[in-house]
């Protein structure tokens, strides 16, 4: 399967150094073997594969290979350093690609030695828009097919559901119990496990870290660590409210999402939900990291419990007030609510199980699944 960002990725790597990052197991491997067939003597090296360290370590790679693809060097110490010193005597006509998880994604936190130096790209769960360029399918047949999957490679491309369900039972068991040991004591594995089960049941709900404490009997301090674990590991995603202009009004607390909608437990509604909001972040951070358009993701949600499920912001103005229903076609209160304060946005309610299309009170009632074929990725 091609991914959406091959094209631009390959585009760019003449010019600059591309940093690459995703989740586990979201296909950055694939797309970096799928890139390497359009340079010459392409070399891909791992830092988890003993003889590539050696490699690596001595910077002894072959120095007329038209791409050079490093992956996972952010376990080396000090790697940015190192990078730095790699991309500024690479020979001509050399490219390069980085590609990891985790806390490779903290270079955009503290990246001031690479600064200027590359390109970066976030590679995330496919989508409705992706998943019916790539099978010629139907909007509803996508979105029906990603809300049973989700949007990984490998669980959404296999035609047994059974192994599909074994591999998320593995993938999830492989986070807790080897990826999460990166950041944190082994004696917390259980404690974080249990977070994560409690996470599950708890998507697009305001998060109260001190409710959740008090059941684990640890600190708000503790949890908002392992909250910051989970995201830099791409099992979950947050969404901050939207305060601008009404912050007095707004509930302060985030929402937080799975990057495996088939992580979730809820309801279809709560699926629909988590399944909008990984490809709303998916478009979002493409427009950014394709375009360089500072678009956001953000929710609404006043203090008295009037909500709209998401709002999108183009240079810190809100341009979208999007609410997903799995069958209401009704005009959302929330949304004519929030309609109101900011009458510039285009309100839209998108429905899963939609009879037809309306426009009423200002607000868009459309089908869900073609809406979402119209993102930009």
């Not at 500072?294 to 609410?323: C, N, P, W």
Request: net charge positive; proline share 4%.
């Amino acid at each position: 399967m091609n991914r959406y960002l091959k094209k631009l990725i390959s585009n760019d790597l003449p010019r600059k150094m591309v940093i690459l990052t995703g989740p586990r197991q979201i296909g950055k491997t694939t797309l970096s073997r799928q890139l390497l067939t359009d340079f010459p003597n392409g070399q891909y090296l791992n830092w988890d594969v003993l003889a590539d360290r050696f490699i690596l370590q001595r910077q002894s790679w072959n120095p007329r290979a038209g791409l050079l693809v490093l992956d996972e060097i952010h376990k080396m110490r000090n790697w940015k350093g190192w990078l730095k010193g790699v991309v500024d005597s690479l020979p001509a006509g050399q490219a390069l690609l980085v590609t990891g998880s985790a806390r490779m994604e903290t270079f955009r936190q503290s990246g001031e030695s690479l600064a200027g130096r590359y390109f970066a790209y976030r590679l995330y769960p496919i989508s409705v828009r992706e998943w019916c360029q790539e099978q010629g399918v139907t909007p509803i047949t996508a979105l029906d097919h990603l809300l049973v999957r989700g949007g990984f490679p490998e669980p959404c491309l296999v035609a047994d559901t059974r192994y599909a369900n074994r591999w998320r039972n593995q993938y999830f068991a492989d986070l807790i119990r080897e990826d999460i040991l990166e950041f944190s004591r082994l004696h917390e594995i259980k404690t974080m496990r249990l977070f994560v089960e409690l996470l599950r049941e708890r998507v697009g709900s305001p998060l109260s870290l001190n409710s959740i404490a008090r059941d684990l009997f640890i600190s708000p301090t503790t949890l908002k660590r392992y909250l910051d674990i989970l995201q830099a590991l791409f099992i979950i995603f947050i969404i901050q409210p939207w305060y601008h202009n009404i912050a007095r009004a707004i509930l302060k607390a985030p929402k937080i999402y799975f990057f495996d909608t088939g992580l979730v437990r809820g309801n279809e509604g709560i699926r629909l939900e988590n399944a909008v909001a990984t490809m709303l972040l998916k478009h979002t951070r493409f427009l950014r990291d394709s375009e360089g358009r500072m678009s956001g993701l953000h929710y609404l949600r006043t203090k008295d419990g009037v909500e709209v499920d998401f709002a999108l912001s183009e240079d810190k103005v809100l341009t979208h007030l999007i609410e997903s229903k799995s069958s209401d076609h009704k005009p959302h209160r929330g949304l004519m609510k929030f309609k109101g304060i900011f009458p510039k946005a285009e309100a839209i309610q998108i429905v899963y199980q939609l009879r037809q299309e309306e426009f009423r009170n200002g607000i868009k009632i459309t089908d869900a699944a073609n809406w979402l074929a119209e993102l930009s990725a």
